[in-house]
């Protein structure tokens, strides 16, 4: 017998996840601290300095890991690019010449993967101080009517932080559950960084996701494979994770495939349009067939319970 056979139910869980039950740990929460303005203030960043001008341009909102790829982009760019880098969003730095910008790129890397994690390290230590009131949440709801039904279930966690699991073992007697904790964790070192499709020169090689030996997948295909029902909270699909599921998404998305219940819990409107928009890459461009084939749900966790 197959250990997954009797885990049919799966829970993936992205930052949504930790932001719907009230912690800050957004990057743009990351980006308003001062584990971050350190990197600019102390440590001369440019990389930090970049993704804050980025964060302003775009109106408070930054996906970095996604901006990581861009940085690294413009670093191997034409000279007119870099120019701009250099005097315009960099202003006001001390600047010799994109050699250097360049050179100092990894371990600007390393320093702001460092400052990520001391400042969600505090967060998890500051928890329970937090006065937000979780078992009201969305998040915490979702997670008492799984354990409610008395199935195994198998949680895939993509956050740093381990929140979902102090939730689950917040119940009594613990459930039936096993848990993936796919992008390192804190006690360790994250795997933060781009996906393996983009293409980046030889000395950015330590920016894809499946460089960093933390990385903890193996299995995946075969958890979502074997599930009659997958459950995404708080998990955008984003660019930067496509590679962990095009091949499940494209396959559901065929005659041949097993039928399953997938459900994507959102914040809003935007979230909504985003996760369809992502749907569209990873079925290429099949997503009516994906809606043909299984029974596609959603829900809109910014509404509030009632």
């Given at each position: 017998m197959n250990e997954l056979d009797e885990f049919k139910t799966v829970l993936i869980v992205g930052n949504g996840f930790d932001l719907n039950i009230n912690f800050p740990t957004s990057y743009s929460d990351f980006m308003g601290s001062q584990y971050f303005n350190e990197l600019i203030l102390a440590n001369d960043n440019w990389l930090a300095q970049y993704l804050n001008y980025k964060k302003k341009q775009d109106g408070n909102w930054i996906d970095m890991e996604k901006e990581l790829g861009v940085y690294a982009n413009i670093l191997k760019s034409t000279p007119s690019i870099q120019n701009e880098l250099v005097h315009k969003v960099l202003k006001g730095k001390r600047i010799l010449d994109i050699s250097e910008i360049s050179t100092c790129f990894r371990k600007e890397y390393f320093q702001l993967c460092n400052a990520l994690k001391k400042y969600l390290i505090d967060i998890e230590n500051n928890a329970k101080s937090n006065n937000a009131d979780i078992t009201k949440s969305v998040a915490h709801t979702l997670i008492r009517d799984i354990i409610i039904d008395r199935i195994?279930?198998?949680?895939?966690?993509f956050n740093y932080t381990r929140f979902v699991e102090c939730i689950i073992k917040g119940f009594d007697p613990i459930p039936d559950c096993k848990i993936l904790?796919?992008?390192?964790?804190?006690?360790?070192?994250?795997?933060?960084?781009?996906?393996d499709s983009l293409n980046?020169?030889?000395?950015?090689v330590f920016l894809y996701k499946s460089h960093n030996i933390n990385k903890n997948v193996e299995g995946l295909p075969r958890i979502l494979e074997n599930a009659n029902k997958i459950i995404f909270f708080g998990y955008s699909l984003g660019e930067t994770d496509h590679s962990y599921f095009s091949d499940f998404f494209e396959t559901q998305a065929t005659p041949q495939c097993h039928s399953k219940t997938i459900k994507f819990y959102h914040?809003?409107?935007?979230a909504y349009d985003d996760i369809i928009w992502q749907l569209k890459a990873l079925t290429n461009n099949?997503?009516?067939?994906l809606n043909q084939y299984n029974n596609i749900q959603f829900e809109d966790s910014s509404i509030t319970l009632k």
């Open positions: 195994p279930y198998y949680v895939v966690n904790q796919i992008h390192g964790s804190l006690k360790k070192d994250i795997v933060f960084g781009v996906q980046l020169n030889r000395e950015h914040y809003g409107q935007d099949r997503t009516s067939y």
